[in-house]
T-cell receptor
Framework: EPEVTQTPSHQVTQMGQEVILRCVPI?????FYWYRQILGQKVEFLVS????????KSEIFDDQFSVERPDGSNFTLKIRSTKLEDSAMYFC???????????FGNGTRLTVT | ELKVEQNPLFLSMQEGKNYTIYCNYS?????LYWYRQDPGKSLESLFV?????AVKQEGRLMASLDTKARLSTLHITAAVHDLSATYFC?????????FGAGTRLTVKP
């Protein structure tokens, strides 16, 4: 069964550095998402992406964050100037349409030191 | 802004017992979802509820949706240890899926 893949599985970075989290959504899916989850707590919506542009974003998704679909398969989340509080598990998800559930990747654990 | 609230946040049950998890959402939502997350793992879709009165069942879990009350329930029947996990409901408004805080379920022998 096709799945959403995320790399790396774990990223350690120093405060102030930039990180890029990578995702390959399921190939026939049209909608892409980033969520984050801090230490097993609430799953927080960051951004949704459709037709090569952001369709919704949350209050968390400020100028520090950006997303890109650089080619036909990858979907990336860039975090500029990371802060300690950015440490979390970041999940990428995709779905083929509005009535479908999200298919989640296994997540990237980001640790900012 | 769409807000989703679940209760209880923590639930400890004995095997064989029944219980219900509640999910309220704040504004008109297109769809309601239930997900399961095992510790250290990703989220797995359980149910998609698309209309008022929708009921879905899978094994010992049954989900329902009342759009007028903006309420969904996840009912657990005769719980078994394998059901121990965190359960999230999520509601959508356009392209924006928001999750509840999750219910951490522990089923004890």
């Amino acid at each position: 069964e096709p799945e959403v893949t995320q790399t790396p599985s774990h990223q350690v970075t120093q405060m102030g550095q930039e990180v890029i989290l990578r995702c390959v959504p399921i190939s026939n899916h049209l909608y892409f998402y980033w969520y984050r989850q801090i230490l097993g707590q609430k799953v927080e919506f960051l951004v949704s992406f459709y037709n090569n542009e952001i369709s919704e974003k949350s209050e968390i998704f400020d100028d520090q964050f950006s997303v890109e679909r650089p080619d036909g398969s990858n979907f990336t989340l860039k975090i500029r100037s990371t802060k300690l509080e950015d440490s979390a598990m970041y999940f990428c998800a995709s779905n083929p349409g509005h009535n479908s559930p999200l298919h989640f990747g296994n997540g990237t654990r980001l640790t900012v030191t | 802004e769409l807000k989703v609230e679940q209760n209880p946040l923590f639930l400890s049950m004995q095997e064989g017992k029944n219980y219900t998890i509640y999910c309220n959402y704040s504004t008109t939502s297109d769809r309601l979802y239930w997900y399961r997350q095992d510790p250290g793992k990703s989220l797995e879709s359980l149910f998609v509820l698309l209309s008022n009165g929708a009921v879905k069942q899978e094994g010992r879990l049954m989900a329902s949706l009342d759009t007028k009350a903006r309420l969904s329930t996840l009912h657990i029947t005769a719980a078994v240890h394998d059901l121990s996990a965190t359960y999230f409901c999520a509601a959508t408004n356009n392209n924006d899926m928001r999750f509840g805080a999750g219910t951490r379920l522990t089923v004890k022998p």
